[in-house]
């Protein structure tokens, strides 16, 4: 059981942001537009996680000793009778870090027909860096192209996203395909213990523990037609392909029975969101007026 505690003395977060643009007509028809990020939060207010305080007790590098009444050892409770971890006291402080670091890339087609027109619009963000640190004397966690993340944020996860649509467009109704895709990612658990059987076991594609072991596509078919001056008709089909969620979660080392794989829900950390999709293929219709 994990105890929130409030701190009286926090002090205000510290951010350093530099943002670097550019957009360029670089063929007749063609638009590109580069822009890189970096993001640093210092003195961030946030929670110390529960792995840096059992590594502030246990580790010899901070309590060479094995002192039972050291700092971080009284932050830990536990269950009289049998030793094991029962409740864990984390409180706010100033003490975290975090640094992100990326660079969003779109490429916008337009071409005019004879007849009506074609567009194509590409969408990528790349993931350099995912960085925090939960105190200055504990080493800084790298999760870029994994699905953790710590200090009670969302970090970028994926080393890349791809986002790709494709329309024609003629007088009033048009059509659009979109694409999206994400690549594998590893778990978050590899970060903070690498050497565990979940992060050096072989397993199938698709049923690594706990990440995802495989990429995932997605690909949508929508339309619309304004008719009569002020009505505006949409409609489209979702997931066109029926794709199913990954499965993931499938450990033959298990004890007393293997665990089984299963899909993956909606969200999978790393800022993710409904990334993946639950419900299948499904068609939508609507209608707006204008008055």
């Known amino acids: 059981i994990q105890n929130q505690l409030g701190n009286p003395d926090l002090a205000e977060e510290q951010a350093d942001t530099i943002t670097v643009g550019l957009v360029a007509d670089v063929a007749e028809d063609w638009t590109v537009s580069v822009d890189y990020y970096t993001i640093e939060i210092e003195d961030m207010i946030a929670l ?42 984390r409180a706010y402080n100033n003490e975290g870090r975090v640094q992100v670091e990326g660079v969003d890339f779109q490429v916008n087609w337009n071409h005019m027909l004879e007849a009506g027109g074609l567009n194509l619009q590409m969408l990528m963000n790349y993931n350099i860096s995912s960085e925090t640190q939960d105190r200055e004397d504990l080493p800084a966690l790298e999760w870029a192209e994994t699905n953790g993340c710590s200090l009670q944020i969302q970090c970028q996860g994926y080393e890349y996203r791809l986002f790709t649509t494709v329309g024609y467009f003629r007088g009033s109704w048009g059509f659009q395909v979109r694409h999206q895709y994400w690549p594998s990612i590893k778990s978050g658990s590899c970060v903070t213990a690498p050497t565990s059987t979940g992060c050096t076991l072989g397993l199938p594609a698709g049923f690594g523990p706990p990440g995802v072991d495989t990429d995932y596509q997605l690909i949508a078919l929508s339309g619309n037609y304004d008719f009569a001056d ?18 993931v979660g499938y450990n033959p080392t298990s004890l007393p029975y293997p665990t089984p794989a299963t899909h993956i829900g909606g969200g999978l950390g790393g800022g993710s969101g409904a990334t993946y999709d639950p419900l299948g293929r499904r068609y939508f219709v609507s209608m707006t007026m204008d008055f």
């Open 48 to 89: 110390e996680g529960s792995d840096a305080i059992y590594q502030r007790c246990v580790s010899q590098e901070f309590n060479p000793t094995g002192n039972a009444s050291a700092d971080a050892c009284k932050l830990i409770f536990r269950d009289p009778t049998n030793g094991n971890p029962s409740n864990i006291d």
């Open 230 to 247: 002020k009505y505006s008709l949409r409609f489209g089909i979702e997931n066109l392909f029926d794709e199913e969620p990954p499965m």
